[in-house]
């Protein structure tokens, strides 16, 4: 209430059907529950008094806790009511560990959010939600308040949370409020300041659902980020990530995409990771994770939950721009998520995850160390034949084999659309075509 206050002059009756009437042009005609959240010893009666006639709970904390207290209730809230249900929040303080622990939440329970504010609406890098409105046009909406013909609705609370004091009256509630015993325990004992992010314990890899046990399973791997350790036999890399998620009771088909610049990938590795049907996307350094976060959203939309979805990333793992846009996905349709990384990032990530790994962890899983590092010899890396894809994500050109996908990396058609030359003896020393300007002489007197 203090972000988003009632207009001086306005009946604060008209605010219930105000929101339901919002509601009800987008089609939610279900029960609401309203809890208004301030200082209420600076609020007035007459508002006090039309608020808790049309229903709505009011709440007494000190500033600085509302934004804790508010998010603590809703935690509680989501634990009474599963969904499909839906949550509105009128808030200018969402940002922050507000929204990075109800995006980890929703993840992994989705409700339907909407949220008001009173600055101008703008689109939150981590939550998604399906209407955002300005206070002012939401108190906007048509409708008749309703008449009060017995005083206070029965539903109406006044709640103290310093001291865990409620009532249904208004003067019971005032008294309290002005009493020693409140101002002491306020002063003492006030609401947690800090927002308990209550996702910070999810750290552990969790046993398949059913749902997702026997559900697809897509694996984009960065292999700047996560090489294949030298001496490593690469055929060895499908076998890993699926015995790891055997362990976990996944058994659903796995399709693994690696994406790398084909210039920095030893051929046995392609061949060999081609022959176990992963397959290779070139790509290149500027646009590595957009190849990566486009390969995801064409997946998705083959492929609807219940889906999993393998990140191996040290970027997308510990930052929270690159993984904004897949933790936004995962919103919208409860994919599953697993990530593998290098090094364990310094943060939690804001994506929610039923398993982690540590890329070298992971490679040692079907195999025991000393049988799979060894250095491979030239007739060891005769692999099987190709039955992974080679994809050129700059041209959008797929290829069955290597030999293929090596003529398009040279040709002239792949030059013009990376939009450089390859920087040979022959370019460097070519003559310059077209209009250049002169160089310049600079002398020093």
Known sequence: MKDCPIPEGYDARRVRPSMERAFEKIGYTGPVSITAYGNQTQTPDHHLLALSSTGVAVVHTIVESTRSVMYRDMVEWRGQNPPPATMMIISDQVEGDFSWDLARLQQRTRYDLFQANSMKSRDDLLLVYYANWRWEQLLGE??????VTCGLSSAAVFYCKSCNFD???????????SSYKHGMEEAINPPDKQLLCVTKAWARNYPATPENATAKIHVLWDMKDCPIPEGYDARRVRPSIERALKELSY???VSITAFADQKQTPVHHLLALSSTGVDFSHTLPWVHYSRMITDFEIWTKDNPAPASIMIISDEVASSKDRSTLI??????SNYNCFLAYSVRPFEMPVLVTSAEWLWDNLLAVSETKRNILHKCSESERVVAASTGMFCCTLCLCDCKSLDDFNKHLASKDHTQEVGYPPKTKRTRNAPRKGFLPRSLRFTRR
Do not use: A, V
């Open 142 to 147: 048509e409708g008749t308040p309703p008449l």
């Open 167 to 177: 009532c249904k009256s208004l003067k019971k509630f005032r008294k309290h409020l």
């Open 251 to 253: 058994t659903g088909p």
């Open 327 to 332: 933790c936004r996905k995962l919103q919208e």
